[in-house]
C-alpha cells in the first residue's frame, strides 16, 4: 500500500506553512496530489519524485536524479 502524507504532515516534512501548499495546488505547482472525499493528500512516491526533481548543487545547477553530488 502507497503510504500517502496529509497536508499538516508534509508541510511539517518541508518546514512550510500550509497555506503555501493550499496556494501550490491553486496555482498548479508544487507536487501532485489526491483528493479523495474532500481530503487532499499526497503520496510519498510522488513527493519524494518531486524533491529528487529539485536538487542542486548550486544556484545553477541541478542534480540528476539518483546522481551522487
Not at 13 to 24: G, I, P
Not at 59 to 65: H, L, R
Request: aromatic fraction near 8%.
Amino acid at each position: 500500500m502507497t503510504q500517502r502524507l496529509t497536508q499538516t504532515q508534509l508541510a511539517e516534512r518541508w518546514q512550510c506553512a500550509t497555506s503555501t501548499l493550499e496556494r501550490w495546488r491553486c496555482l498548479g505547482i508544487g507536487p501532485v496530489f489526491l483528493k479523495l472525499h474532500g481530503r487532499v493528500l499526497y503520496r510519498l512516491e510522488d513527493i519524494e519524485a518531486y524533491e529528487a526533481k529539485h536538487l542542486h548543487k548550486n544556484t545553477g545547477a541541478s542534480v540528476q536524479v539518483g546522481g551522487a553530488a
